[in-house]
């Protein structure tokens, strides 16, 4: 299960995530929601992995196709607050380094408002 919750921040909205992002559970969910915000003109889009204790190889590909589908749109996606296990699966699925990952969320919002 997962809890997503919704806030904005300056440009960009906050999902803070709480849970596991994982198949049949959080990994629709997340991509759910970031659907709903494109559909709703909200581009920039920050996720909070504060709460999240582990994701799986279909929440990693959930991560990379709503990177995607933003970018289809002129938007973005950061990632904030990797726990060390989700910043492990990402390293080891070689796709870390295709996002904007960052540890202090006043930065990720500052980047989000002077880029695009």
């Given at each position: 299960m997962l809890n997503i919750r919704e806030r904005q921040a300056g440009d960009a909205v906050v999902l803070d995530l709480e849970g596991n992002i994982i198949m049949g559970g959080g990994s629709a969910?997340?991509?759910?929601?970031?659907?709903?915000?494109?559909?709703?003109?909200k581009e920039k889009v920050i996720l909070?992995?504060?709460?999240?204790k582990y994701i799986d190889s279909s929440g990693v590909g959930e991560l990379v196709s709503s990177s995607v589908?933003?970018?289809?749109?002129?938007?973005?996606?950061?990632?904030?607050?990797?726990?060390e296990?989700?910043?492990?699966v990402m390293a080891l699925s070689s796709i870390l380094s295709?996002?904007?990952?960052?540890d202090d969320e006043?930065?990720?919002v500052k980047k989000s408002t002077t880029n695009a």
């Open positions: 969910e997340l991509r759910d929601n970031i659907r709903r915000l494109i559909q709703e003109g909070n992995f504060a709460g999240v589908a933003l970018n289809r749109v002129s938007g973005h996606l950061r990632l904030l607050n990797l726990p296990k989700v910043e492990e295709i996002f904007e990952v960052y006043t930065e990720a």
